[in-house]
């Protein structure tokens, strides 16, 4: 990150989702949120992404997010509930993510347009 780039700090869903929808470059997530959001860590590795979207039904969804990261649905479920499918996949295709569990932090990086396939 370069000096002229900012960076927005969220605790809550809401803020979260606020930062996600305004395309925000650089997201960092404290607290009791990063530690629910930790999951996405797994997902982000696993070698088969879930066969799921935005447009999946949440539940359909949790069960693919589930069998894709070996994390148990009901997780899923309380990550779908408190963000929507839409702010979660947004920050599973648009953004790289690193994790400082000991502080319950996390950081997302929008990618950049350009470096995506097509």
């Known amino acids: 990150m370069n000096n002229f780039e900012s960076e ?6 809401k803020e979260l989702k606020k930062a996600v929808l305004n395309k925000e470059k ?3 997530v404290e607290g009791k949120l990063a530690k629910k959001l930790e999951p996405l860590e797994k997902l982000k ?7 799921v ?3 999946t039904n949440p ?3 949790a069960v693919g997010l589930a069998s894709a990261t070996a994390i148990p649905t009901g997780v899923w ?5 408190s963000l929507s499918l839409i702010v979660l996949f947004a ?4 953004y ?7 502080d319950a932090k996390m950081k997302f990086t929008r990618n950049e347009p350009n470096n995506k396939a097509t």
């Open 8 to 13: 927005v700090t969220v605790r809550t869903a």
């Open 26 to 28: 650089n997201i960092l």
């Open 45 to 51: 590795n696993a070698k088969n992404g879930p066969d």
């Open 53 to 55: 979207d935005s447009n």
């Open 59 to 61: 539940m359909t969804a």
């Open 77 to 81: 479920v309380l990550i779908i509930v």
């Open 91 to 94: 920050l599973y295709k648009n």
């Open 96 to 102: 790289d993510m690193e994790v400082s569990k000991g």
